[in-house]
């Protein structure tokens, strides 16, 4: 398309890196990055960036990637549960102080001959500009004011971003029990001298802890320093004597955006601003700088604006409608951490890798052997060596007997016919388990279980996301209503169906048809 001119509405990830690749693609067109901070500060500590992020910036843009990784500091990866800790290695994540990558990508972008102004807030209307890419931010004003079909919504737990002044030798997620409730950090090392802390919570524990009256008062641009000094002492154990440190660190419900169109007349959105995607899959700057090479190439490719929007949705919608439901399901489980607290840690670990659907045990053992031996020795009441390990996890899984009441079945699949416990159906199609239609079905199952019901048998449709969703549903009923639990589903989900057993979502599964 014909470019003469293009303002970039927001200095973050997606909006430099998309100004930087525009310059390169377009020496000719005038390209103008409108910031409203100042250079050097933003809000937040660090974030990471896993493998395959790394390898799509090498692809887009080697030298940026280059000095990314110089600045950035890799780390593995640890799970605490009571006194237990399990680590896993990831030795391709990096973590990276948000304000050095955003001094990167600055770098880069004046290089490539990008021009930035910092220090105004700006209007998508106020841009002398033929195209406006508008990266500002989760709160983007563009949208709001736009028309883009744009919905937000709040999730239940609550967080906050804070830092300390130390690297951690891992990345940690630990819980913190106090007499208010469960505390759960989520912390890795982004520099030789400092960690993200990010600490999550649920609502009724954030209110018994008094941070809701905390919260109103903290003025906008300062920190909630009586959370910070509680937060300190729960997890002084992780923390080893240093501060956390806030930045503008206050309680906050994650916000997930979702937009039914990205681009409106001559301005088109980008990362944030179009959608978002829970912490806890650590994707938000992935997915915003991922945008920005998907825009460049389709603005490139195309004649006109509407023809390069449209590419440019086309192409990244999938991605992006993935990794959101994956961060979605993500966000539930890290809301309902604290009920799995009682697991193994071994087992708790392989529940985390498996909590989404996108780490079969089979990838997960290729990885961290030493993990899911002990895990899957838990789970079979065995002790299993790592040269022990199966060729084939699913089968093992899936062949292991089950005691239960005395009696000893052959193997986790059920046969047809071949039950003789008493199991309340139930075929429940619920979004989201810890919902409203979740704490009805945890009802129901406990007056089962009070009138003599052993277990529950979990049925309903035979696609991916119905069977994932229904093991959620089985994993809570599990917890709140005790009981075993069958869970119905076709042989073509049996990586999943065996994960779901080693994380005890489930205790035995019965084949149905496949899905059509
Ligand atoms: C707690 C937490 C942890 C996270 N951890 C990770 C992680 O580990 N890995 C990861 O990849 N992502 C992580 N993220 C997500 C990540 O921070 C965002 O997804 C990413 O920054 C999005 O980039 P962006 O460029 O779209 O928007 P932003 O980074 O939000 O940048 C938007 C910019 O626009 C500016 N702006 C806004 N309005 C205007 C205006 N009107 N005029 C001028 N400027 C304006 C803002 O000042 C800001 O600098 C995390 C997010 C949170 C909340």
Redesign the pocket.
């Given at each position: 398309m014909q470019l003469r001119r293009v303002g970039v509405?927001?200095?973050?990830?997606?909006?430099?890196y998309a100004a930087r690749l525009l310059k390169l693609a377009r020496p000719s067109c005038d390209v103008i990055v409108?910031?409203?901070?100042e250079p050097g500060t933003?809000f937040?500590f660090?974030?990471?960036?896993a493998a395959g992020?790394q390898r799509n910036l090498a692809a887009a843009d080697p030298d940026t990637l280059r000095d990314i990784v110089a600045a950035g500091c890799r780390h593995d990866m640890t799970m605490q549960a009571g006194d237990r800790v399990v680590r896993v290695h990831n030795d391709r994540l990096i973590?990276i102080a948000?304000t050095e990558l955003l001094a990167v990508l600055q770098r880069h972008a004046e290089k490539a001959g990008v021009r930035l102004e910092f220090g105004?807030?700006?209007?998508a209307g106020d841009v002398d500009a033929d195209t406006v890419i508008a990266?500002?931010?989760?709160?983007?004003?563009?949208r709001e004011d736009g028309d883009f079909g744009g919905t937000v919504e709040a999730g239940r737990g609550l967080?906050l971003?804070c830092g300390t002044d130390f690297a951690l030798a891992d990345a940690v997620f630990a819980p913190a029990e106090t007499e208010y409730g469960t505390f759960v950090t989520h912390a890795y090392p982004y520099s030789g001298g400092q960690s993200?802390f990010?600490i999550e919570t649920d609502e009724q524990t954030w209110r018994r802890a008094g941070f809701e009256a905390t919260t109103e008062q903290t003025p906008s641009d300062a920190s909630d320093l009586s959370s910070l000094r509680y937060l300190q002492q729960a997890f002084a154990g992780q923390l080893g004597g240093h501060a956390l440190i806030g930045n503008r660190t206050r309680w906050?419900r994650?916000r997930t955006v979702r937009c039914q169109r990205w681009s409106s007349g001559r301005t088109v959105l980008?990362?944030?601003?179009a959608h978002?995607a829970h912490?806890s899959i650590?994707?938000?700057?992935?997915?915003?700088m991922e945008d920005a090479m998907a825009l460049v190439e389709a603005m490139d490719a195309e004649p006109d604006a509407a023809g390069a929007f449209a590419r440019y949705e086309a192409v990244r919608r999938p991605p992006v409608g993935r990794l959101q439901e994956l961060a979605r399901r993500s966000q539930l489980w890290w809301e309902s951490f604290p009920s799995r607290l009682h697991l193994p840690v071994e087992q708790l670990m392989v529940a985390y890798m498996t909590r989404a659907g996108n780490v079969p045990l089979g990838r997960f053992a290729a990885t961290n052997p030493e993990v899911l031996a002990t895990a899957l020795g838990r789970y079979a009441g065995l002790d299993l060596e790592t040269s022990q390990l199966p060729a084939d996890i699913t089968s093992w899984v899936l062949d292991r007997p089950l005691r239960h009441q005395g009696r000893q079945l052959p193997c986790r699949v059920l046969a047809p016919g071949s039950f003789g416990i008493k199991v309340l159906v139930v075929a429940d199609v619920v979004g989201d388990p810890w919902g409203p239609a979740g704490d009805a079905v945890v009802t129901r199952a406990r007056r089962a279980r009070e009138a003599g019901a052993d277990g529950f048998r979990f049925t309903g449709p035979a696609d991916r996301l119905s069977v994932l969703t229904r093991m959620d549903l089985a994993e809570r009923v599990r917890a709140e209503a005790g009981g075993l639990i069958v869970m119905d589903g076709p042989a073509g989900l049996r990586d999943d169906l065996a994960a779901g057993l080693v994380s005890r979502r489930a205790d035995l599964v019965s084949f149905t048809e496949e899905a059509a």
């Open positions: 509405l927001g200095g973050g990830p997606g909006g430099l409108y910031e409203q901070g933003t937040g660090g974030v990471g960036l992020t973590g948000r105004a807030r700006r209007g990266a500002d931010g989760i709160s983007s004003a563009t967080y971003w993200t990010l906050t994650f980008l990362g944030d601003a978002t912490y650590g994707s938000g700057t992935k997915l915003a």
